[in-house]
């Protein structure tokens, strides 16, 4: 695999940024760098899927599977300080990032390591796990998120993930279809789909 941002080991010469962004009516002061996803900016998909996210009923640990530097797992803690908010990427550069921003933040209801999408999430039981997958990683990469994420999910816990129409969210709609009981269409702005999928 080359140094992508899924990559484990980022080689890219690094490039610290320090900027502020405003989540969920919160500012945040976030550290990024290069070989992380969106360095300089949280990108859209993610703002609309942090903005659209609601704590599902059921009580429980939520998930931010691929955190990157933080912003999701970050403001979702922020806005939830009674749950516990897990946070796991494979890129060491992300997680290392994500650790500097909650704590810059303020944010100590978090647990964040590295992990190659679940192989090292042991706790099952989440409410709500929350994706902005890596697509340029390969479809079965994003199917196998969407199929580990219904096993490690508690009955009534939710799937919320953000994908762009032209990388596939018609066909992410059909496989989410075949592994959940419910899924759907929360908002679709600029060409990006928000999908709530609830393992019944």
Not at 32 to 58: H, N, Q, T, W
Not at 110 to 133: C, D, H, W
Not at 182 to 194: F, M, P, S
């Amino acid at each position: 695999m080359g140094d992508h941002y899924y990559s484990s080991k980022p080689t890219s010469e690094r490039d610290v940024r320090d900027w502020s962004f405003t989540l969920k009516g919160r500012s945040f002061r976030f550290y990024s760098d290069a070989g992380v996803f969106s360095k300089d900016e949280v990108d859209f998909g993610s703002r609309l899927l942090i903005e659209a996210f609601r704590k599902p009923a059921v009580e429980g640990p939520i998930l931010d599977m691929g955190c990157g530097y933080g912003p999701i797992g970050i403001s979702v803690a922020a806005a939830f300080p009674e749950s516990k908010v897990t946070m796991v990427d494979v890129n060491e550069r992300a997680v290392e990032l994500s650790k500097k921003n909650a704590e810059r933040n303020k944010i100590d209801n978090v647990e964040i390591y590295q992990s190659n999408l679940f192989e090292e999430v042991k706790e099952r039981g989440f409410s709500a796990i929350l994706t902005n997958p890596p697509i340029r990683a390969g479809k079965s990469v994003v199917h196998t998120i969407f199929e580990k994420a219904y096993e490690h999910l508690k009955p009534e816990g939710e799937l919320w993930i953000v994908i762009q129409k032209k990388q596939g969210a018609p066909s992410a709609m059909e496989k989410l279809q075949s592994i959940f009981q419910e899924v759907e269409l929360v908002e679709r702005k600029k060409g990006y789909h928000i999908i709530r999928s609830i393992k019944c």
